[in-house]
């Protein structure tokens, strides 16, 4: 995204109200801000293939949408490299979890531009962990990006040619907490003041997937499923109502689902 492009005098076009509404995006599809004290000071595009493509894109910068598009689709590839990594790392049966989820119609991409820090406020997203597969990250030399570990937040160093790539909510079920959602939020720097961009793919799953720990990960080794199933597009549906009539950080989490030991 360039840095000069100021979306709010760029992107005129708005999808249709039906294309603005999905149930499994925590933002509305298209062209939007956010700007309020829990979500930070930021604008976003975001896009679902599903839904189609036209009236989302502005006619300038010139190749806007080619190059977005074309981005997407080889993230769309590079997601399923990561995810038969995965797989063979999770010691699961030979391409079970794509097998589990094909449909990559599901998959978004965001490009999001985050305003400079001032002195008294710099939150850019707060605290939180996606809701899917696992998500690629790509930002700008600004940087801004920490991770939880330990009950410190670290900061992710930009680094030139590298995609980040956190681990989310379904992983963590699946493998019934043998990998855990990264917890993770945005922080605009004091210093230097500039805005901050990135851009962010989501690799998804279907709405209507039923999700729960494996069996590999409980029955097959002898330890009992740490959450109890459930329907993906029930689980974001969730996210999104507490996202839209709470005044704090997205409190719900995916331990909404875990069972008592």
């Not at 190059?67 to 038969?84: A, P, Q, W, Y």
């Not at 979890?97 to 531009?113: G, I, Q, V, W």
Request: proline residues 7%.
């Amino acid at each position: 995204m360039s840095k000069t492009l100021d979306l709010s005098k760029t992107f005129f076009n708005y999808p249709d109200e039906e294309k603005l509404k999905c149930s499994l995006a925590p933002l509305p599809v298209g062209y939007n801000r956010q700007a309020s004290p829990h979500t930070g000071q930021n604008e976003y595009l975001l896009f679902y293939p599903r839904f189609g493509f036209d009236g989302i894109y502005p006619d300038t910068p010139a190749g806007f949408r080619e190059v977005s598009e074309d981005i997407f689709s080889h993230l769309k590839e590079t997601g399923l490299v990561v995810e038969r990594i995965l797989n063979e790392c999770l010691n699961l049966p030979p391409n079970f979890l794509h097998e589990y989820n094909p449909d990559r119609t599901h998959d978004a991409m965001m490009h999001r531009s985050y305003q400079p820090a001032t002195d008294i406020e710099n939150n850019g997203l707060y605290s939180h962990q996606d809701p899917n597969y696992f998500t690629f990250v790509f930002q700008d030399k600004v940087g801004g990006l920490e991770v939880l570990k330990d009950d410190t937040w670290i900061p992710v160093i930009p680094s030139e040619g590298c995609i980040i790539v956190n681990i989310g909510d379904m992983l963590q079920v699946l493998s019934n907490n043998k990998y855990k959602s990264a917890i993770h939020r945005v922080v605009r720097p004091i210093a230097p003041r500039r805005s901050r961009h990135s851009v962010v793919y989501f690799y998804n799953i279907e709405g209507d997937k039923w999700v729960e720990p494996l069996h590999q990960f409980t029955k097959k080794i002898d330890e009992k499923p740490k959450y109890k199933g459930f329907y993906y597009k029930d689980y974001t549906a969730l996210r999104v109502k507490n996202a839209q009539q709470s005044s704090s950080e997205d409190v719900i989490r995916i331990t909404h689902y875990a069972l008592p030991d």
